[in-house]
């Protein structure tokens, strides 16, 4: 069982606000918290944790900006703040760079959820009704695109479906209807 704090979200949203500044950074976080939510409701997860994983995966980028750094430099902190071993690992596999194996649904779900999160994000401000509408076949078409949203990694992004079991297609248009309902909240268009 998670520790209390694991789960509170409250707590999460305060830690992520005094670690970032940046809108853009606070709402990619909250994207993938919601894509994270979304699909511990479908798999009869816990709702809370995975969301405050999600939504503290990005914490301290702003303080440690280098795969070098990110997240292994910020991981104490959290540790220091009471989170969970469990918790603190799944933030740390996110990132390949870091060499901590992803072994649960968790880890795995949270890294095919960052990428994706990031990349519908920027598919949706190019759109005049932001993600209401958008198909897996125009996401994966602008995914070819290597100049549009050249920072998205598109490996990761196919191997974060893999890793989960699902179609591309499926993911994508999974991780897409998460996040239309807080288009706004995104800073997205709402058609």
Known sequence: MPDGIDRDREAAWALLCEWVNADALRRHCRAVEVAMRAYAGELGEDEDLWGCVGLLHDFDWERHPTLGQHPTDGEPFLAEAG??????????????????????????????????????????LVRPTGLDGITPKSVKKKLKDKRFAANVNRDDVRNGAEEIGRSLDDHIAFVAAALLPVSEELGLPTG
Request: charged share 20%; glycine share 8%.
């Open 83 to 124: 989170y969970s071993d469990a918790f603190r690992r799944a933030v740390l596999s996110h990132a390949d760079h870091s060499g901590v194996p992803r072994e649960s649904s968790l880890e795995h779900h949270l890294f095919a959820c960052d990428e994706l999160s990031g990349f519908l994000h920027a598919c949706g």
